[in-house]
């Protein structure tokens, strides 16, 4: 599992830095949360396959975080994709979609499943969750929280060899965490295998100040990346323009004991993110600035 950055600018590019797209990479699914402008060309140029099935998530119907998913779908058709591609966001996006596959006339190759989203669950299946929490902007706009399902602990075939446990279906029920039966008595999973692994928390703040309600949605991630547009120098624009510091962000970090902070959506006026780091990294012991193609491995 990974975290590919594909665009770290807040609502215009600079030439190091393209508008917001993240993608979390999973084993056999991209999840795409915002799409700016462009958002094809970094994805290209990221090669993360163009019929890899794929959900795309947006957080606000600003143009710097959903324009990019025409040239996507423009683009996966060119590509003769074939896979269905869901998108959700607020309402409205739905309206988006039609109106511009309307006026643009755009075929596509593959179907698209569009969900107008609430708060809660968004999406659900046998491996993990996303959900939504109202984000504080200037529009409606959301949170999203990955949310991976534990996973069993590993297995010790030697353990299960001990007991008297054949290779072969017994060992996949155990692996399943049914208890079986062998040499005379019940094997109860713990027996063979380690500790349950706790599922991977990944937080995607989208555009906002910093609120307690967002505080309580990320606690405990494992990676949170937050709205760091400005330096704290300029609280007031921050507070202002519904974004935040690059502090706010490691304030709500470190009361909502998220383990490593990504700043992200910088202001075009920083060349460098050194700054912001730098100041945030006195609030909270794991922070890392984005930048356009940085990609970060999800232990
Ligand atoms: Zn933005």
Redesign the pocket.
């Known amino acids: 599992m990974k975290l590919v950055f594909l665009g770290t600018s ?2 215009q590019p600079t030439a190091e830095r393209g ?2 797209c993240i993608c979390l990479v999973l084993d056999r699914e991209i999840l795409m949360f ?1 799409a ?1 402008e462009g958002a094809q060309v970094a994805y290209q140029k990221a090669r993360l396959g163009w019929n890899k099935r794929m959900k795309i998530f947006v ?2 119907l ?1 143009g ?2 959903c324009i990019g998913i025409l040239g996507m779908l423009q683009t996966m058709s060119l590509q003769n994709r074939t896979e269905p591609v869901d998108i959700f966001g607020p309402p409205g996006i739905d309206e988006f979609l039609a109106a511009n596959l309307k006026v643009l006339n755009f075929g596509l190759s593959f179907p698209i499943r569009v969900t107008r989203i609430r708060e809660g669950t968004v999406h659900e299946d046998a491996a993990y969750t996303v959900s939504a929490c109202g984000a504080e ?1 200037s529009i409606p706009a959301f949170s999203y929280l990955f949310v991976e399902k534990d996973r069993p602990g590993r297995f010790y075939p030697e353990k299960a060899r001990q007991l008297g446990v054949e290779e072969g279906k017994l060992w996949h029920e155990l692996q399943q965490g049914r208890e079986v039966q062998a040499g005379g008595r019940t094997v109860r999973p713990q027996e063979v295998t380690g500790e349950k692994r706790r599922g991977r928390r990944i937080g995607i703040s ?2 906002t100040r910093p609120s307690p309600r967002l505080e309580a949605f990320f606690t405990g991630c494992d990676y949170m990346t937050f ?1 760091s ?1 400005y330096s704290d120098s300029l609280r007031d624009k921050a507070r202002e323009n519904y ?1 935040s510091t690059s502090v706010e962000a490691a304030e709500l970090a470190r009361r909502a004991g998220v383990s490593n902070l990504i700043l992200t ?1 910088f202001s075009a006026r920083y060349d460098d993110a050194g700054e912001l780091v730098a100041e945030a990294g006195a609030v909270h012991r794991s922070v890392i600035a984005a930048r356009d193609m940085l990609e970060i491995e999800i232990k």
């Open positions: 807040a609502a508008m917001t915002d700016g957080t606000h600003h710097d975080h902007h989208g555009d709205d547009t974004h959506h």
